[in-house]
């Protein structure tokens, strides 16, 4: 990022940590929480600790960072080397990104940005190469439409449903965040989780992931030699967890031993375990595995500013999911006009303004200009 664009995302950022200071959230056990600061000139700081609210807040105004973050994890000595730390626990948490859902609107929002020459292409179908000079490497930039944000809301309330019924979690226990850019964040405030090591939490993920289900979970085994099976459902029955939603699908219950025979019998036994391989993918959550397996991580803290947009990562009330829309609620920068010249004709919307802009120069409110440089779509003027 440029000067100058620095300077316009600074201003805009410090302004909100003046103004709106109450949005930020502070982790439980504050003292013990390892936070870290992305730089907007680049860089990353670590290992820093904070006592109170008060230091969290004096800080964020003075650095103006342009990512915050916070430890899941509870350390005894939270600004010592990662070994000398003394871990003590880590907060469940879970990332659903909209890029990973393979949504088929993402190509008409994607910008294009030469990696060598930093020219922005618009979105377009045809295979890429940099309009100015050729080169076929680019980073991908998107603008996230309200399909993608009713994507990762289809995915928060699968995972809703997961953590409620199946991992019998208290739905007061659950906070969900919108990510400030394309996703939901998930904290799961329950002190028994805050144990688990890696490993069981990697089991965790594979279980609401459906990874791995087999169809030997709901009592299918396959004869040996042959692509014929034997049906025996478990004595615990098919009422729970992923067994009921896979009898759901199949649309049998404890009752259909015979009639689940037969219809393998009809199509082989591969057959019908790649039909329930692809209603497990279909029936399980499209997590990140690495945010929620990694127990020493630092994750985007809750109310602060998200420089890939300058949006917030905010609070969702998990009731009000539906009616949520992160592009009026997240958006909370100022609006003093600041002019910027456009890399690319874009179109948007923000605070319930809706944004079409073919000129190659505008004069946009500052929580529009700033969404622009953080896409890399803008420089300030
Ligand atoms: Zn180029
Ligand atoms: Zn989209």
Redesign the pocket.
Known sequence: MNDKNQEIVRGAFREYYFKHSSQVEMPQDIAHREFGYMHLAAGMTRHLSFKSRGEVMAGLVREVPSDVYCSNAIYRFPTLPMNEKQWQGADLIFDIDGKDLDLPCVPSHTYRV?A????VSPPSEKEYA?L????KKAEHVSIPCSRCIDGSKKEAKRLIDFLIEDLGINKSSIRLYFSGNNGFHFHIDDESYRPLDSPARSDLVGYLSGIGLMAESIGVRKSPGSDLAFVKFPKGGLDYGWRKKIADRLKIDATSAIKLSNRIKEKGFSAFKSEVDSMAREAGVRIDPQVTTDVHRVFRMPGTLNSKSGLTKKRCDIDQIDSFDPFQEACLLGDSKIKVHLKTPVKFSLKGESFRISKESAELPAFAAVYLICKGLADAS
Not at 116 to 119: I, V
Not at 132 to 135: E, F, G, P, Q
């Open positions: 030469c060598s020459c930093k020219h940099c100015s000079c050729a080169s």
